[in-house]
């Protein structure tokens, strides 16, 4: 069954400082990434997609993919208190339309 | 635009009733999914639907859990007999299709007492 391992569990970050996440798909088929952020009582939202190997930037966000090892990692330059969220990293079967999620990293970002 | 309205936000059911949760998704999108939060297993897939179709329902879930798409715009998922390890938030997510943005809902947080 496919698995989405994230690391670390929780992440704290001092304000501006750079926070790095990490995620990994057990399953081959499962080869196209979603980074999710989550602030409490509210459902998650998506950050940005990574499909193709290398960088993706968006802003402060960074997401690289490398898919031999189906291996995306998510940094965030110049982190701010309103990052402080759970963060998911989901990877997609493009063929099954499925979208499977990891456990999550929680980001705290100390002023 | 409206997003994904679920219905109730907080629900108590004491062990062994038949609780049914509601979605409404965006309008005009074509993929619904049903998930499960908790903190030890994060994000849990339990059902989903691709132009009112079930694409997936849930593998291990799908002995007390239900989701049913009645129209393109309202989904239930009905849980019965709730037990106690049922206690989750549990969101509702529609997209356009494959490949684009899900988007969630608030979710409902059941509690089985």
């Known amino acids: 069954q496919q698995k989405v391992q994230q690391s670390p569990e929780s992440l704290s970050v001092p304000e501006g400082g750079m926070a790095s996440l990490n995620c990994t798909s057990s399953?081959?088929?499962?080869?196209y990434f979603w980074w999710y952020r989550q602030h409490s009582g509210e459902g998650p939202k998506a950050l940005m997609?990574?499909?193709?190997?290398g960088d993706k930037k968006e802003g402060r966000f960074t997401a690289h993919l490398n898919k031999a090892s189906l291996h995306v990692s998510l940094h965030i330059r110049d982190s701010q208190p309103s990052d402080s969220a759970l963060y998911f990293c989901?990877?997609?079967?493009?063929?099954?339309?499925?979208?499977?999620f990891g456990q999550g990293t929680k980001l705290s970002i100390k002023p | 635009d409206a997003g994904v309205t679920q219905t109730p936000r907080h629900e108590v059911a004491e062990k062994g009733q038949t609780i049914i949760l509601k979605c409404e998704p965006v309008?005009?999108?074509?993929?619904l999914f049903w998930y499960r939060q908790t903190k030890i297993q994060g994000l849990e897939l339990l059902s989903y639907?691709?132009?009112?179709?079930?694409?997936?329902d849930g593998g291990a879930f799908k002995d007390r859990f239900k989701a049913e798409m009645l129209n393109s715009s309202f989904s239930t998922l009905k849980i019965q007999p709730t037990e106690p390890k049922d206690s989750a938030v549990y969101l509702c997510?529609?997209?356009?299709?494959?490949?684009?943005?899900?988007?969630f809902g608030k979710g409902t947080r059941l509690t089985v007492v």
């Open positions: 309008s005009g999108h074509n993929d």
């Open positions: 997510a529609s997209s356009l299709g494959v490949g684009t943005e899900v988007f």
């Open positions: 639907f691709r132009s009112k179709s079930l694409m997936e």
């Open positions: 989901a990877s997609m079967n493009y063929n099954q339309g499925k979208l499977i």
């Open positions: 399953d081959r088929n499962f080869q």
């Open positions: 997609s990574i499909f193709s190997d």
